[in-house]
């Protein structure tokens, strides 16, 4: 597939701060990618860079085989951009918005049918300054997808909303790769990472240190997986010791927990709590997430 | 395509603008009761003195005006740290507007709101003024347009300056209320010691009030040559320093 975006060498230093430091990545065409990393990771800065909003201090950025710091003219009409915590005027109305934001482009889609789409159709005459966190940033959806772009930039996109607006934010960016766009994003939530992003970069001090897809990223740095049940069954732990793969097994009350790895653990498991007749009232997996990647990784949590 | 979105985010910011009461009141409002309310209780008694006369004959006028150059100044400085503290100049910079585009919206939509005030000045003047309003309107708008232009050019420069929004409000009128005081409108420059009187030859509200007192008081243009170029020089100078010192964000 076609790359979409690619920057090789990053740098971008502000006064004796190094924001991006050496980054390099490809994004393909029609792809949802992620740069994920804590704040301050550099992610927002690579995003301006991309966008043409900063000129880069090092290294070469290609976006749609353009120089966005030259061509942006030209980029403008085929990128749509949101901005990390960015506002509209307080007493601007959303249809206004939407009105001029489509005045400066040659060509858009239907103003009214976006906003129907984005479920902000009931909002059309609101102010922007009485809208919901999760109201704004749809609306920043609108703004960004107005001129139909071939590629768009989502920074920090969900940051302060309720699960359930954040709910709805992921399906609409779903929507829009399904409709054949490429979406960049940016984002500290390894959870939204994990649901929406085909591939990610995980970015710490202004580094890439890992590009893949969420699953083969958890499958090389966190192979290992496990299974808790509870159980009335008091029998010995070392029944399970025969289990392929088992690293540990746990008992905290009533409930076991066996750490293993391989593709056929749980399978293993579940043969060998049959085999037993165990009785067990509760049971389920526990897989590893990004967030256990980006720990592995980096020594601490995303949120330290 | 640039244009069209020239008058659509004027016609916006007028719209927004409108929304807010209290800028409204402030803009419009503020320059009319003064020069009303002013004229109207010192009028009965301008023969008494000849200071009052040249008060209510020129001095209110121009005071009055100059309120709405400096309210159009003033809330500039405040929307654009707004705007600027809020992300939407850097919004607005990532669309095909050219950032020169933006900022001449707010001022074009600033000069016909003070047109319109004058407007409505003259209006209201010639009903309940205590004597008639003589000057040729085209002509003191044309000054007061300039005039403003030049005192909005060192607001740029102030909005350039001014770390955060919260600071904008205080800022604008710590340097504008000075300079209306030393400008020669209520006291005689040379009344001033010199240092001061150096320091109001450099100012543009100094030239603003002397252009628009000689206006009004039917000068002909030939006689405002020194006052014309003196504001220009200062809109040139003020405009090159901001967009050296301009920041979106």
């Known amino acids: 597939m076609p790359s979409v975006v690619s920057v090789q060498g990053l740098r971008k230093v502000y006064g004796s701060t190094v924001a991006v430091d050496d980054v390099s990545f490809e994004v393909l065409e029609g792809e949802i990618f992620g740069l994920i990393g804590p704040n301050g990771a550099g992610k927002t800065t690579t995003m301006e860079c991309t966008e043409g909003l900063r000129q880069p201090d090092r290294g070469t950025i290609r976006v749609l085989s353009k120089d966005p710091a030259k061509d942006a003219d030209e980029l403008q009409n085929r990128i749509g951009v949101q901005l990390q915590q960015a506002h509209l005027q307080k007493r601007i109305k959303v249809w206004e918005a939407v009105d001029l934001w489509a005045s400066l482009y040659p060509q858009t889609v239907d103003g009214d049918a976006l906003l129907e789409r984005l479920g902000l159709d009931t909002k059309r005459d ?11 940033q749809r609306l920043f959806i609108a703004l960004a997808l107005i001129h139909d772009p071939e590629l768009v930039f989502l920074d920090e996109l969900t940051t302060g909303l309720d699960p359930q607006a954040r709910r709805t934010i992921w399906s609409l960016i779903t929507d829009i790769r399904d409709q054949g766009k490429t979406v960049l994003l ?44 509870s159980t009335d069954w008091d029998g010995s732990t070392d029944t399970f010791q025969t289990i392929q793969g088992l690293d540990s097994v746990q008992r905290a009350d009533r409930t076991y927990t066996l750490a293993g790895q391989g593709d056929d653990f749980v399978t293993e498991v579940i043969q060998c709590i049959s085999q037993q007749s165990i ?26 | 395509m ?28 503020v320059p009319l009761i003064i020069f009303l309310l ?24 121009v005071f009055a005006s100059m309120m709405m150059a400096f309210s159009a100044a003033t809330s500039l400085i405040s929307i654009i740290s707004i705007y600027r503290e809020g992300g939407i100049l850097k919004r607005l910079k990532a669309t095909p507007l050219s950032p020169q585009t933006i900022l001449t919206a707010h001022v074009f939509l600033k000069l016909s709101l003070t047109a319109f005030t004058l407007g409505l000045l003259f209006l209201a003047g010639k009903r309940f003024y205590p004597i008639e309003l003589e000057t040729n309107l085209l002509s003191f708008t044309l000054a007061l347009l300039l005039a403003t232009t030049s005192i909005l050019s060192l607001g740029f420069v102030i909005a350039s300056a001014v770390p955060t929004a919260r600071f904008a409000q205080p800022v604008a009128g710590a340097i504008l209320y000075p300079l209306l005081a030393i400008s020669g409108l209520f006291v005689p420059l040379d009344a001033f010691a010199p240092i001061w009187q150096n320091v109001a030859m450099l100012s543009p509200v100094t030239h603003a009030v002397s252009l628009l007192q000689g206006i ?3 000068e002909p243009w030939s006689q405002q040559l020194l006052e014309v170029g003196a504001l220009l020089a200062n809109f040139t ?12 964000e």
């Open chain 1, 126 to 136: 609101a102010w922007f300054m009485t809208l919901s966190g999760g109201q704004k």
């Open chain 1, 186 to 229: 940016t984002t500290h939530l390894m959870e939204e990472a994990e649901r929406l992003c085909d591939r990610v970069a995980i970015i710490e001090h202004g580094r890439v240190i890992e590009i893949d897809t969420p699953a083969a990223l958890v499958r090389r740095h966190c192979p290992q997986r496990s299974v808790a049940f």
């Open chain 1, 279 to 304: 009785r067990v009232t509760d049971f389920r997996t526990i897989l590893p997430t990004l967030e256990d990647v980006f720990l592995e990784l980096t020594g601490h949590g995303i949120r330290d």
């Open chain 2, 2 to 29: 640039i244009l069209r979105g020239f008058w659509k985010l004027t016609w916006i910011e007028l719209k927004v603008f409108i929304r807010e009461p209290l800028g409204l009141l402030a803009t419009i409002g």
């Open chain 2, 38 to 61: 002013l004229g109207r209780s010192i009028g009965p008694r301008m023969d008494q003195a000849q200071r009052l006369t040249t008060f209510v004959q020129v001095t209110l006028p």
């Open chain 2, 216 to 218: 009004w008081s039917g």
């Open chain 2, 237 to 248: 100078l003020c405009t090159a320093v901001s967009a050296k010192i301009f920041r979106w």
